[in-house]
């Protein structure tokens, strides 16, 4: 999952966590601080460029979004304590703040309709709970090892296979820090199979990496995008399907491609080789194979494979996707699910897998507040996130800012419009490592600009997403590169020598798909 990446700390998967950095006595080394202090840090930006950044607002159409050509000057009338209010309660506001009908204040004792991010809060604790009682049945780690035993003497079906599975996991659900697990198991193998420690790193960074990049239905990106952008989870799930599919393949040839350029002439490896990695690396191939999955293994990972399929179908809003019309009457069997739904789903899925484990109601009971416990950070940060674009709310700078933008992209080709979108997020990105807490706050502003440019906002969402993955494959600010070059025992200048040509060829790839989607949309 993505949280710098995007949440929690990282599941016992079957490795040994890496190891702690050592600093030379007496020297503190910088550390990028973390999300939660980023988006405290914007808060007070925002608060304090609110006094100075001259407010407005726009006439909204009946859907509430705002109506080109509209904005006006009008006077925020709050005083100083009214926005020192809005500064103390902006936590508050991002959880359960409710906007005003009638004057559009967000407040958390006001009457309208909730502001704040509650739904979203509520289902990422929920998806945290259901993730860590499915790891802690042991069915993922065991499916996971079996499938590198089998491939072991076998090099590019390794490579592919293991890829491929950590890319449907990193579109579906986030699948990212939790790969750290894994060192353990695919570094030795990649080396007895005569490749280096990058092949091994690349396929596991670069396999989850491109999923979450091309995040189809992931919750704790396109999820919470979607939310902030006002749209379903499924809409615009054919482009990002159809990203998924060649970005995922462009990116196993060109692992492929490298370890067999470095079998064929070790003299080639961009990282060399250590003492000892070839005689170590032998016993893997020797190994004992993991043992077989059980019954109720295979069980649990058909029933995960099932909730996240059933929830894939109860956010997609078929008709319009069948038929091309946006506005074309819901069939029957659509379910048109929003958070609150799949909230209560992945609870009760989470249930039903400790159910099936045979936890017993006291393991169970831990392992689900544990999961919740974990990804409470993600959760947190969404919350902060949100509470800034109520203080731009109701200081009234949030449509002058979209004000200020609609120039550059009233009358711009569709096309550039979606590539604008994806280039303006990649240092955004950066500065906010934090993809949920990221969308919530650029969401509000990108995808009313969307409307202004005739673009689908379900656009803006997938390009946002590709941003945010394409930075999280390199940046050193992310656990699962640091993470995973440490325990790989890769230098991060080996990584990136190794990993840029493939950067540049995803990012083309990503602008022709945005621009392709912005076109088509």
Not at 17 to 36: D, I, M, Y
Not at 246 to 260: H, N
Not at 295 to 307: D, E, K, P, R
Request: proline share 6%.
């Amino acid at each position: 999952m993505t949280e710098p990446r995007t949440h929690g700390p990282v599941p016992p998967a079957g490795g040994p966590p890496a190891p702690p950095a050592q600093e030379p006595s007496g020297k503190r080394r910088f550390t990028f601080p973390s999300a939660l202090t980023v988006l405290a840090a914007v808060t007070l930006a925002v608060w304090i460029l609110a006094f100075v950044i001259p407010t407005g607002t726009y006439e909204r159409d009946g859907d509430g979004s705002p109506v080109q050509g509209t904005y006006h000057r009008e006077p925020s009338g709050q005083t100083f304590l009214d926005r020192l209010d809005d500064l103390f309660l902006a936590p508050v506001n991002g959880l359960y703040g409710i906007k005003d009908e009638r004057t559009g204040r967000v407040g958390p004792d006001l009457t309208g309709e909730l502001y704040g991010s509650a739904g979203v809060f509520l289902f990422v604790l929920a998806i945290g709970a259901f993730i860590t009682v499915v790891f802690a049945t042991g069915a993922l780690d065991r499916g996971i090892g079996r499938l590198a035993h089998r491939l072991r003497d076998r090099g590019p079906l390794l490579i592919i296979g293991v890829m491929a599975l950590f890319s449907l996991l990193g579109t579906v659900e986030g699948f990212a820090e939790e790969t750290l697990g894994f060192y353990g198991l695919i570094v030795p193998l990649m080396l007895a199979l005569g490749f280096d420690r990058l092949v091994a790193t690349g396929t596991i960074i670069l396999g989850a990496g491109v999923g979450v990049l091309c995040s189809t239905v992931n919750p704790f990106a396109t999820g919470v995008a979607s939310s902030a952008a006002e749209i379903s989870l499924g809409d615009g799930i054919a482009l990002r399907f159809a990203m998924w599919v060649v970005l995922t393949a462009v990116t196993i040839a060109y692992v492929v491609r490298y370890a067999r350029r470095v079998r064929a002439d070790p003299g080639r490896s961009l990282c060399g080789f250590l003492p000892g990695d070839r005689g170590q690396a032998r016993t893997a191939v020797r190994a004992e194979e993991p043992p077989a999955l059980t019954g109720l293994h295979i069980t649990i990972l058909v029933t995960v494979a099932l909730v996240f399929a059933f929830m894939i179908f109860s956010v997609i809003p078929w008709a319009g996707a069948l038929t091309g019309d946006a506005d074309a009457t819901p069939y029957g069997f659509e379910l048109g699910w929003s958070f609150p739904q799949l909230a209560a789903l992945f609870v009760v899925a989470a249930v039903l897998v400790g159910l099936l484990a045979r936890m017993g109601e006291q393991r169970l009971s831990a392992t689900f507040v544990q999961g919740a416990a974990d990804f409470m950070a993600p959760a947190l940060v969404i919350v902060l996130a949100r509470g800034i674009t109520v203080i731009m709310n109701n200081s009234k700078i949030t449509d002058t800012v979209l004000h200020s933008m609609e120039g550059a992209v009233s009358g711009t080709p569709s096309a550039l419009f979606g590539i604008m979108v994806f280039v303006v997020n990649l240092p955004l990105a950066f500065l906010i490592p934090s993809s949920s807490g990221h969308a919530t706050l650029a969401m509000p502003i990108l995808a009313p600009l969307a409307d202004f440019a005739g673009v689908s906002r379900a656009v803006v969402v997938t390009a946002w997403g590709a941003a945010s993955g394409w930075m999280n494959l390199w940046v050193p600010t992310t656990a699962v590169v640091m993470g995973g070059i440490s325990l790989a025992k890769v230098g991060y200048d080996k990584y990136l020598r190794f990993v840029w040509p493939l950067l540049a060829v995803l990012f083309a790839l990503i602008c022709g798909f945005v621009a392709l989607g912005a076109v088509i949309g």
